[in-house]
């Protein structure tokens, strides 16, 4: 499985962007997925997640009620609508899906996420 992420880029604070994850190499549809974000000087840390179904999601308290995980099966899709950000939302982030059996969990190579106040 190879995940590209996108949709990165410099904003202001209060904007919005949407990132995406397009799978390829092999269906995720029953994988869940999610993202994760480093900012600079910090471990990563999880931002959400959605089971293959798409109906459980997962949000950490930071972003909850301003971020939006979603997916699309027939894309091979995630998508990370932010909504509202902030300076401290400014990280790279990083996508990924979950196979269970195997455990194996893939990562995308991130996309930077700057938000100047």
């Known amino acids: 499985v190879q995940l590209q992420a996108s949709g990165g880029g410099s904003v202001q604070a209060g904007g919005s962007l949407t990132l995406s994850c397009a799978a390829s190499?092999?269906?995720?549809?029953?994988?869940?997925m999610g993202w994760f974000r480093q900012a600079p000087g910090k471990e990563r840390e999880f931002v959400a997640n959605?089971?293959?179904?798409?109906?459980?999601?997962n949000y950490a308290d930071s972003v909850r009620g301003r971020f939006t995980i979603s997916r699309d099966k027939a894309k091979n899709t995630v998508y990370l609508q932010m909504n509202s950000l902030r300076p401290e939302d400014t990280a790279v982030y990083y996508c990924f899906a979950d196979r269970v059996t195997p455990t194996v969990r893939y990562w995308g190579q991130g996309t930077l996420v700057t938000v100047s106040s």
């Open positions: 190499g092999r269906a995720v549809s029953g994988y869940a």
């Open positions: 959605i089971n293959g179904s798409g109906y459980r999601k």
